[in-house]
């Protein structure tokens, strides 16, 4: 236990270096899951997808920023191979009073692109898609923070049907050109 507590001590930054500074920008990568058109009523018919996650925040002051994002995922259903992409934009309102621990909540709208087989369209579709989720991050030094869970709701329409899907993702976030909080 006490050589735990001294290991989590030593990747938490000092606060007096992280409490006052906002980055500019943040990167974000890393792997997501997305569960289309979930049926709470029939847990057994869900079928998963596994992928990557990018997106790119620009912060204008210490509590919100537009972030845009991009996410791939791949897998099959019903025994066919599929995938889908998602191009969004939107506003991200962070928390950033403990020096270590940020927050967020973010709305979004954009593109979702359903390859084939993707819930029974027979060719690639474009579609109008809104996120709305949230998550955390956790620094771990200057430049780098973890994110620990990001969970988004992403509604699309494809076949004349609404799809409510859940994405979930974890990664690492570079951030850039840190100022002073305002």
């Known amino acids: 236990m006490r050589k735990a507590l001294i290991f989590l001590a030593l990747l938490i930054p000092p606060v007096?270096?992280?409490?006052?500074?906002?980055?500019?920008v943040e990167v974000f990568g890393g792997y997501s899951n997305l569960t289309p058109n979930v049926d709470l009523s029939n847990i057994s018919s869900n079928f998963n997808l596994n992928g990557f996650h990018v997106s790119v925040t620009e912060n204008l002051n210490s509590w919100f920023g537009g972030v845009l994002d991009f996410s791939s995922h791949y897998g099959t259903e019903a025994g066919f191979k599929t995938n889908t992409q998602a191009l969004m934009y939107g506003p991200v309102f962070a928390y950033r009073k403990h020096p270590t621990f940020v927050?967020?909540?973010?709305?979004?709208?954009?593109?979702?692109?359903?390859?084939?087989?993707?819930?029974?369209?027979?060719?690639?579709?474009?579609?109008?898609?809104?996120?709305?989720?949230?998550?955390?991050?956790?620094?771990?030094?200057?430049?780098?923070?973890?994110?620990?869970?990001?969970?988004?709701?992403?509604?699309?329409?494809?076949?004349?049907?609404?799809?409510?899907?859940?994405?979930?993702?974890?990664?690492?976030?570079?951030?850039?050109?840190?100022?002073?909080?305002?």
């Open 103 to 182: 927050p967020f909540v973010h709305g979004m709208v954009g593109a979702v692109r359903g390859g084939p087989e993707f819930l029974n369209i027979s060719k690639p579709e474009f579609r109008i898609g809104l996120i709305v989720g949230g998550g955390a991050d956790l620094k771990v030094s200057r430049r780098v923070s973890l994110r620990l869970i990001q969970a988004d709701y992403l509604m699309s329409r494809f076949s004349s049907a609404r799809q409510d899907s859940v994405r979930l993702s974890a990664g690492i976030v570079l951030r850039f050109g840190t100022e002073a909080h305002r």
């Open 16 to 24: 007096s270096a992280l409490a006052q500074q906002t980055p500019k």
